[in-house]
T-cell receptor
Framework: GAVVSQHPSWVICKSGTSVKIECRSLDFQATTMFWYRQFPKQSLMLMATSNEGSKATYEQGVEKDKFLINHASLTLSTLTVTSAHPEDSSFYIC???????????FGPGTRLTVL | QKEVEQNSGPLSVPEGAIASLNCTYSDRGSQSFFWYRQYSGKSPELIMSIYSNGDKEDGRFTAQLNKASQYVSLLIRDSQPSDSATYLCATGGGRRALTFGSGTRLQVQP
């Protein structure tokens, strides 16, 4: 159990376009989801925490108007990168925690390349 | 001061040996501790969670927690080349985001 999926697994887009990444908990209800970003050979960086039905809490330095997070249901959270630029190219990973778990389970990640 | 500290490595061990990975943390209030494995280009995968002082074993993996000394360790017995990865120590959980260490890169030499 405790499977988290992400879609798409990779995406290439032009500068200035918006990209939506979906994170789904497949076999449990995710009360809390987390979004991370990871640059090559660097540590995971937490971007935001979202609880179902509430506004996301963003970490310091993360632009909430650029990285829109929606956690509309107990199985789905989305991250939209608006007006993407090459510096937004990174590996975006979500994790989820359910009501029966203390652990957090990660999705497989989405590799975003902005040209 | 970083809240979770790990030696970045690489830690190199021969195949079949025991790999010992260590982690210290600064928040004395931490209750939950986790070890994740991350292969290059992949997302982290949960290996072990530990909440009480002492040892917890799962197959070839043993997690050790000492809250008085504020350290957590992970032992990997009979190390295999497929164990070569970065191992992330984390504390937190529940509605709180995890606080990760920067990870220790393990290399198991065939």
């Amino acid at each position: 159990g405790a499977v988290v999926s992400q879609h798409p697994s990779w995406v290439i887009c032009k500068s200035g376009t918006s990209v939506k990444i979906e994170c789904r908990s497949l076999d449990f209800q995710a009360t809390t989801m987390f979004w991370y970003r990871q640059f090559p050979k660097q540590s995971l960086m937490l971007m935001a925490t979202s609880n179902e039905g509430s506004k996301a809490t963003y970490e310091q330095g993360v632009e909430k108007d650029k990285f829109l997070i929606n956690h509309a249901s107990l199985t789905l959270s989305t991250l939209t990168v608006t007006s993407a630029h090459p510096e937004d190219s990174s590996f975006y990973i979500c994790s989820a925690r359910g009501t029966d778990y203390n652990e957090q389970f990660f999705g497989p990640g989405t590799r975003l390349t902005v040209l | 001061q970083k809240e979770v500290e790990q030696n970045s490595g690489p830690l190199s061990v021969p195949e079949g040996a025991i790999a010992s990975l260590n982690c210290t943390y600064s928040d004395r209030g931490s209750q939950s501790f986790f070890w994740y494995r991350q292969y290059s280009g992949k997302s982290p995968e949960l290996i072990m969670s530990i909440y009480s002082n002492g040892d917890k074993e799962d197959g070839r993996f043993t997690a050790q927690l000492n809250k008085a000394s504020q350290y957590v360790s992970l032992l990997i017995r009979d190390s295999q080349p497929s164990d070569s990865a970065t191992y992330l120590c984390a504390t937190g959980g529940g509605r709180r985001a995890l606080t990760f260490g920067s990870g220790t890169r393990l290399q198991v030499q065939p």
